[in-house]
């Protein structure tokens, strides 16, 4: 034990004492690839705190989208434009395309970069109906959103003219005429040409030092890979439906199994629509907690009901635990890495421990008592019981429910068991000398 502390003490010393190897050379590179989702704030979200955890130099984002929502665009333009890390939107590969939402992304970016043969534009908005997409042409939401793109052009010195134009015309450039119209800043055809292009210039205050970065690969989280299948409208859609009528026809019908799909699938739905994470999370956990609590004290065994309230609080943990630190820490990312799989390691084996437990406690639970012939044998009564009123007897220490074969048997009288009658046993008084 004494051998053990000292080793943990000896480790945490040396970690803390360990100066960050994270350059400050280093650029994050995040791809966004397909339509803009709450999956993709959160992409956003956990790829700043990489990036901080790095003490990276900039962040690059590979955009390749055909567009998305507009609240979800929102809280990205958001995110980057009050990071302290500069934002280096750069649309990939070539040929590739940031319409609509992307083009609102790329613009808000401190550098805005295209492969070569890509496209941007087509900034007029869109509403989902049941006969599909359907342009909106009022008034006030094309100069909303034309004067919101423009301010971000602004923003960063460049077009305005052109930015209102891919609202209001629906505009298209490729990589060549964007550059020439003063829209982006460079085109480059790869992470490394792009580096090197921008290296030394001055974009909105801020000089990019970038050649010869070491060039870091974010990898999302199991958070943001849970996140973009609920937010894909279809299953989210689906999950809300079937949450209905799951609840409709568990309230209508006996069991438990229809009531706990029934909730889990319309708080996935909910998340998917893009009800915050950290709110939903917290209902899901005490949602998970009560189905234990069912399962314990209500219901017999472990079924369905602690099976839900397991999936419950297993989903709210991946959902509400950071992808990465949000701070530079003095230790870097190879010994949290290996701090990581310190304390990971034996919490699994506990945890596999606690686990196999309650496997063989549940195990147990379920299995049939095995009684052999009770008949004839002889038992004590804890309490007094006659033929219309059961209590406890005692028998070979295990406690059963027991009636009186006839007449009343008071407290502390030894009985005879006459017969079983499932978990209930018919007694008589025990006679001495008359078995």
């Not at 709450?38 to 567009?67: F, M, Y």
């Not at 472990?302 to 949000?326: E, R």
Request: hydrophobic share 45%; net charge neutral; with cysteine.
């Amino acid at each position: 034990m004494r051998k053990s502390l000292l080793l943990l003490l000896f480790l945490s010393i040396f970690l803390i004492l360990t100066q960050s190897k994270a350059s400050s050379n280093t650029v994050l590179v995040v791809t966004i690839d397909g339509p803009i989702t709450q999956a993709t704030v959160e992409l956003i979200r956990e790829s700043l705190d990489h990036a901080k955890s790095l003490s990276a130099s900039a962040i690059v984002l590979r955009i390749n989208t055909p567009g998305g929502g507009l609240d979800e665009t929102e809280k990205i333009i958001e995110i980057i434009t009050s990071s302290d890390i500069p934002f280096i939107g750069y649309v990939y590969p070539r040929g590739g395309k940031a319409w609509s939402a992307g083009t609102y992304i790329l613009m808000s970016c401190h550098v805005a970069a295209m492969s070569s043969y890509s496209v941007i534009g087509s900034c007029q908005p869109v509403e989902i109906t049941p006969y599909g997409y359907r342009p909106i042409n009022d008034s006030k939401h094309i100069n909303a959103l034309k004067e919101r793109l423009r301010s971000l052009a602004e923003m960063h010195h460049r077009n305005s003219s052109i930015a209102e134009r891919f609202v209001t015309e629906n505009l298209n450039l490729d990589a060549s005429e964007a550059l020439e119209a003063g829209i982006i800043d460079i085109v480059a055809d790869n992470v490394r040409d792009l580096l090197d292009g921008i290296d030394g210039r001055n974009f909105s205050g801020v000089v990019m030092h970038t050649k010869n970065a070491t060039i870091v690969y974010h990898h999302p989280s199991i958070k943001y890979h849970i996140i973009s299948i609920l937010s894909d409208p279809t299953i989210s859609s689906i999950l809300l439906m079937l949450g209905i009528f799951s609840l409709i026809f568990g309230i209508s019908s006996p069991g438990y199994g229809a009531e706990v799909f029934g909730v889990i699938a319309i708080i996935l739905a909910l998340f998917g629509m893009g009800f915050s994470i950290p709110y939903l999370s917290i209902i899901l956990i005490i949602v998970g907690f009560i189905m234990l609590i069912i399962e314990i004290h209500v219901t017999p065994g472990f079924g369905v009901i602690g099976i839900g309230g397991i999936i419950c609080i297993i989903l709210a943990s991946l959902l509400l635990i950071p992808s990465y630190p949000t701070r530079n820490w003095l230790i870097s990312i190879d010994y949290q890495t290996l701090l990581l799989i310190f304390g990971l390691v034996p919490s699994i084996l506990i945890a596999s421990f606690f686990l196999f437990a309650l496997y063989k406690v549940i195990r147990v639970s379920r299995r049939k008592p095995k009684v052999g012939i009770m008949e004839g044998k002889i038992a004590e009564t804890l309490e007094e019981i006659t033929p219309n009123k059961a209590g406890f007897v005692k028998y070979k220490g295990e406690y059963w429910l027991a009636r009186s074969k006839e007449g009343r048997i008071p407290a502390r009288e030894k009985v005879k068991i006459e017969k079983r009658d499932g978990n209930l046993l018919i007694v008589s008084i025990y006679k001495e000398g008359k078995d």
